[in-house]
């Protein structure tokens, strides 16, 4: 579904109970929601099945919106190994269904996503849903309640922005190196 995007961007928030997804389209550098919204996983038996339908969930939405890109927010480490144990899985079965299909997956932390989209990276994530409500222009009715689809809607905006950043040149560390590198201008 590229619709004459120049790029599109998937974003996921993984959770073993509900996963949110948002999909960013950008045309003429200027970026859009295309779609956003959760996959629910709580009332799976196992924590197995949970995994799979992450999977097909996501590898569906990768083959319904052909996604350039996925940004995937990284886990946040707290105090509970197994609640961060089942995280990871969660993220690296999302991860993998977007590898299936080839697509280059980016992972920002937390901290750098609300930073990116709100200015502090301590933000609220009712606060990151409502600046992203005033940058992408969404009227409140499209938003989602669940705060989990405006994180990945809040990831691929991040990953947008990262890749808008000019890149400095490798220039010389040094007088010494810029010398070596330029012996045509040493004046002698």
């Not at 933000?123 to 222009?137: D, F, Y």
Request: proline content about 5%.
């Amino acid at each position: 579904m590229t619709d004459g995007w120049d790029k599109v961007i998937i974003g996921i928030d993984p959770g073993t109970n509900v996963m949110g997804y948002g999909i960013l389209g950008v045309r003429a550098r200027k970026p859009q929601m295309i779609a956003l919204g959760v996959i629910q996983l709580s009332r799976l038996e196992n924590h197995y099945m949970r995994l799979h339908r992450i999977y097909e969930r996501v590898l569906g939405l990768v083959e319904q919106y052909l996604p350039d890109e996925m940004a995937i927010e990284a886990p946040f480490f707290g105090k509970n190994v197994q609640s961060m144990l089942k995280l990871g899985r969660a993220q690296g079965v999302a991860m993998a269904a977007a590898l299936a299909r080839q697509v280059p997956i980016t992972e920002y932390e937390p901290r750098k996503i609300k930073q990116a989209i709100t200015g502090s990276g301590a933000a609220s994530k009712e606060q990151v849903q409502e600046m992203l409500r005033r940058i992408l222009s969404i009227p409140r009715e499209d938003l989602d309640v669940q705060l989990d689809a405006t994180d990945a809607l809040g990831a691929a905006l991040c990953h947008f922005y990262e890749q808008q950043r000019p890149v400095a040149a490798a220039g010389p560390k040094s007088w010494k190196e810029f010398l070596a590198r330029n012996p045509d201008r040493l004046v002698k």
